[in-house]
Structure formats: structure tokens, C-alpha cells
């Protein structure tokens, strides 16, 4: 594909793209592509990947960078593309340019059923890249929206009848899945899901192609709910690659072998990043499972709440003061004594703290405050940031849900398995909000 043949020696291609989505200026190659595509300039950009990632820099007014890949004729692009929004405009660059054969499902696909109610694909990462038009039209949504979210965007995903998620125990296993439970999050229709895994050139993950079909039809569970030695291989397999990515990607993006070009720096700092969020993941699928046993329980003894607070507030002290938040503590002669396990209290309130922390603008506080009365000892972590409207305060502490599943924070597990950890040490985890007026997250554990 002549193309590609200037990218043979790793050049950078740029494109300039308006705020109604328009491409106004593009390098040859990226010319040729969006060409193919059905585009041209002074058209929205006709690659859906890459618009979606322009959009969304666009949106958020921050860069944003990630792997996608693309389908050109009758092969597939691996591309890296990097948005940055700069006066009311998004300059695109795209690198890597690495060409593979077009992926083929495997007959048959169960991700592919000819009774399926919806058909839809994702990336890599979960994010959507495909949507049924007519299906998304007869449930009231914008397929075009839906590209670039993640998957829990279009569908709420419930536990099978044994507890567990086909699709992570899909996910571990490299295999395809047929039975996951999910519900429409546009009008809480039950659905089944299934899917096949895409493999890139090289046998890795490069994301799901699958259908939802009708509640109704649903057959009887033929997966396992996830097997005790689940989390543990997730670990083996997971957490030392990530880890290497990690710690390689700080090394380039510090330039410590010497100094290379800053558009590669930053992308660096977006892979140590996502190797974070992924890691994050990691430990929050191992509690879940955790806190789902019917087994589960904690060690409880005294522990004192106002030291929990100084601590969690001490291990995000650094980033608070990069994101310019003050975050106030207890004084060293409060004490609220209670009964918990430390750890998994400590667990709590970073997290608490720590979403306060995202969702906080520049100049704002944070307060981690102490309350002993009534035979309970209560943390309250009061925040400045948007608030949350009423009727998403009980859903946020639900399993994978997130207020607005398009901003750039976690995976929807922290509040449900804080509330499950709360509450398994005989205590709860509760929130008071409103829009434009803060949120605040009360720990209680038995004083």
C-alpha cells in the first residue's frame, strides 16, 4: 500500500481537525486513509477510531493517546494516535502505521448467533468500535456516541446464577463466551450476551466481536461461575508483565538512557499510566472475588479511625499538591477509636479520597474529617467537585457502574467493594450530594 511507505521509517503523520469534527488538514498518508474511508477534507473525519479519539480530546480539553486499530480494505492497521486539543481545534498525530492480515471469526463464532437482537465489537482495551445502528435507533441511542466508550456504556453487566462474570473468567481464559447476564443501561431490558475474542497478528488480545439477544431465549448456563484459583492465575498472567510495562515506560518517559523526542515521552507517560489502571483492575477483580465467597470475612479489633484518615491523606498528598488541592486531615490529638480490619478501612478512605481527588478542579479542598456519637465512630470524606445527582446515588455503589462512563477515572468496582468491605465489618458506607454542591462519603464502623 504506497500509503504506508513513508511511515516504513517510523515518521509521525498529522492531521488538524475543527470543533464540529471536520478534517481541515491532513498529511498524505492520513489524507489516503480517511480517502478510503469515505472522507475528504472539509468532511468529519471518516475513520470512526480516530474521530472518536479527536472527540474525545476535544471534549475533555486534555491530550489523549492510545492504541486502535483500524480496518483499511482487506487488511487491519495497528496505529497509535495521539489528540491534543489546542484553540478550539484537535491536532491528530499518528504513528506506527503496522499492517496485518484482516481478522476472520472462526465458524462458527458464538459472538455472531443469527438470532441476536444487537451486534457489536470492541478494542482492546473494552472500548466500543461497533454498534448496531438500527438496534441502537429502536432503544433511543446515538450508535455514533456509543464508538470510543467502554462496553458497560451500552450494557450493565449482572452476575451469572452462580455468582460469577463470564466474561472476565472469558477474558482469563483466551475463549469465547455465550452466556454473560446484562441489562440495556438505555432502558433496563435483560439481554445475554455473547462473543467471540479477536487475536491480533501476534496472538494477543485485540478485542471482543459479539451479539445480545433477548433475556427470553437465554439458554442454560453452560460456563462455571469463575474457579477459585481464578484471581491467582489473573496474577501469574497479569500483574509482572504490567508491572515491566510500568516501570520501562517511567524509564523512557524520565529519558534516562538519554533524550528523545517529547511527542515520544508523553506517549510513555500514557503507557505507564494505563499499565497503572490496568494493575488497579488487577487488584480490584482479586478483592472482588474475595468479598463474593460466601466465606468471606474480616478480622476485626480496634483500630482508630483519625489515624486511618492521616494516613490515607498522607498517600495522596503528592498528588494532591500536582493537582493543586489542599487536602485537610485530623490533628495528631484527634482520635476516633473504632472496631475494623486497618487495612481494609485504609483501603476505603484512599479510595474515597482518591475519587474526591479526580473529581476535584484546581483550587479546590478536600476535607477527611472524624466523628465518634451514638456508639459509632464515623470518616467523612467532603469533597468541592460536581456532586452527584439522586437518582445516581444508589447506583454508584453498584458492580461496574460509573456516573459518566466516558470520563477519563476507573473501572465502576471502588464504591462496590468499599460498601462490601464496610459493611462486612459491621459498618456501612453511605453518601450525601447534590448537583454543583460537593459529595460527601460517610465511613461508619461500631466505635
Known amino acids: 500500500m504506497t500509503a504506508l511507505d513513508p511511515m516504513a521509517q517510523g515518521a509521525v503523520a498529522h492531521a488538524t481537525i475543527g470543533a464540529d469534527g471536520r478534517l481541515i488538514a491532513a498529511d498524505p498518508a492520513l489524507a489516503e486513509l480517511n480517502a478510503r474511508a469515505g472522507g475528504g477534507i472539509g468532511h468529519p473525519l471518516a475513520v470512526p477510531q480516530l474521530a472518536t479519539v479527536a472527540r474525545l480530546a476535544g471534549r475533555l480539553g486534555i491530550v489523549v493517546s492510545r492504541a486502535v486499530l483500524v480496518a483499511d480494505d482487506d487488511a487491519d492497521l495497528q496505529l497509535w494516535a495521539r489528540a491534543q486539543p489546542e484553540g478550539g481545534q484537535v491536532h491528530l498525530s499518528v504513528s506506527g502505521w503496522r499492517e496485518m492480515p484482516a481478522w476472520r471469526p472462526a465458524s462458527p463464532a458464538p459472538g455472531l448467533a443469527p438470532d441476536a437482537d444487537w451486534r457489536w465489537e470492541t478494542d482492546a482495551a473494552l472500548r466500543l468500535s461497533h454498534v448496531s445502528l438500527e438496534a441502537a435507533a429502536g432503544a433511543g441511542l446515538d450508535a455514533f456516541a456509543l464508538l470510543g466508550q467502554p462496553l458497560t456504556a451500552l450494557f450493565m453487566l449482572d452476575t451469572d446464577e452462580g455468582g460469577g462474570l463470564p466474561i472476565l473468567d472469558a477474558l482469563a481464559r483466551?475463549?469465547?463466551?455465550?452466556?454473560?447476564?446484562?441489562?440495556?443501561?438505555?432502558?433496563?431490558?435483560?439481554?445475554?450476551?455473547?462473543?467471540?475474542?479477536?487475536?491480533?497478528?501476534?496472538?494477543?488480545?485485540?478485542?471482543?466481536i459479539g451479539s445480545a439477544r433477548s433475556a427470553d431465549a437465554r439458554p442454560e448456563p453452560i460456563t462455571p461461575a469463575l474457579p477459585a484459583s481464578f484471581t491467582a492465575g489473573l496474577d501469574r498472567a497479569?500483574?509482572?508483565?504490567?508491572?515491566?510495562?510500568?516501570?520501562?515506560?517511567?524509564?523512557?518517559?524520565?529519558?534516562?538512557?538519554?533524550?528523545?523526542?517529547?511527542?515520544?515521552?508523553?506517549?510513555?507517560?500514557?503507557?505507564?499510566?494505563?499499565?497503572?489502571?490496568?494493575?488497579?483492575?488487577?487488584?480490584?477483580?482479586?478483592?472482588?472475588?474475595?468479598?463474593?465467597?460466601?466465606?468471606?470475612?474480616?478480622?476485626?479489633?480496634?483500630?482508630?479511625?483519625?489515624?486511618?484518615?492521616?494516613?490515607?491523606?498522607?498517600?495522596?498528598?503528592?498528588?494532591?499538591?500536582?493537582?493543586?488541592?489542599?487536602?485537610?486531615?485530623?490533628?495528631?490529638?484527634?482520635?476516633?477509636?473504632?472496631?475494623?480490619?486497618?487495612?481494609?478501612?485504609?483501603?476505603?478512605?484512599?479510595?474515597?479520597?482518591?475519587?474526591?481527588?479526580?473529581?476535584?478542579?484546581?483550587?479546590?479542598?478536600?476535607?477527611?474529617?472524624?466523628?465518634?456519637?451514638?456508639?459509632?465512630?464515623?470518616?467523612?470524606?467532603?469533597?468541592?467537585?460536581?456532586?452527584?445527582?439522586?437518582?445516581?446515588?444508589?447506583?454508584?455503589?453498584?458492580?461496574?457502574?460509573?456516573?459518566?462512563?466516558?470520563?477519563?477515572?476507573?473501572?465502576?468496582?471502588?464504591?462496590?467493594?468499599?460498601?462490601?468491605?464496610?459493611?462486612?465489618?459491621?459498618?456501612?458506607?453511605?453518601?450525601?450530594?447534590?448537583?454543583?454542591?460537593?459529595?460527601?462519603?460517610?465511613?461508619?464502623?461500631?466505635?
Not at 463466551?177 to 494477543?204: C, E
Not at 510495562?245 to 500514557?270: F, L, R
Open 174 to 208: 483466551r475463549r469465547a463466551f455465550a452466556d454473560q447476564p446484562a441489562r440495556l443501561r438505555a432502558n433496563g431490558r435483560q439481554v445475554i450476551l455473547s462473543a467471540d475474542l479477536r487475536l491480533d497478528a501476534d496472538g494477543d488480545f485485540a478485542g471482543l
Open 238 to 447: 497479569l500483574r509482572k508483565p504490567l508491572a515491566r510495562i510500568v516501570a520501562n515506560a517511567d524509564s523512557i518517559n524520565a529519558q534516562a538512557d538519554g533524550p528523545i523526542a517529547s511527542d515520544y515521552a508523553d506517549y510513555a507517560a500514557d503507557i505507564a499510566n494505563a499499565g497503572r489502571h490496568l494493575l488497579g483492575l488487577v487488584d480490584d477483580l482479586v478483592d472482588l472475588q474475595a468479598i463474593e465467597r460466601p466465606d468471606f470475612a474480616l478480622a476485626v479489633e480496634p483500630i482508630d479511625l483519625a489515624d486511618v484518615g492521616r494516613r490515607a491523606a498522607g498517600l495522596l498528598a503528592v498528588r494532591a499538591s500536582q493537582a493543586g488541592v489542599v487536602m485537610a486531615k485530623p490533628g495528631l490529638d484527634e482520635h476516633c477509636p473504632a472496631r475494623g480490619d486497618f487495612r481494609r478501612a485504609l483501603q476505603i478512605v484512599v479510595n474515597l479520597a482518591g475519587n474526591a481527588l479526580r473529581y476535584s478542579p484546581k483550587g479546590a479542598s478536600i476535607a477527611v474529617q472524624v466523628h465518634c456519637s451514638d456508639g459509632r465512630a464515623r470518616l467523612v470524606v467532603v469533597d468541592q467537585g460536581k456532586g452527584i445527582a439522586p437518582e445516581d446515588q444508589a447506583r454508584i455503589f453498584d458492580k461496574f457502574e460509573r456516573i459518566d462512563p466516558s470520563e477519563v477515572g476507573g473501572n465502576g468496582l471502588g464504591l462496590y467493594i468499599a460498601r462490601r468491605l464496610a459493611r462486612a465489618m459491621g459498618g456501612d458506607l453511605t453518601v450525601e450530594s447534590a448537583p454543583g454542591q460537593g459529595a460527601r462519603f460517610t465511613l461508619s464502623l461500631p466505635a
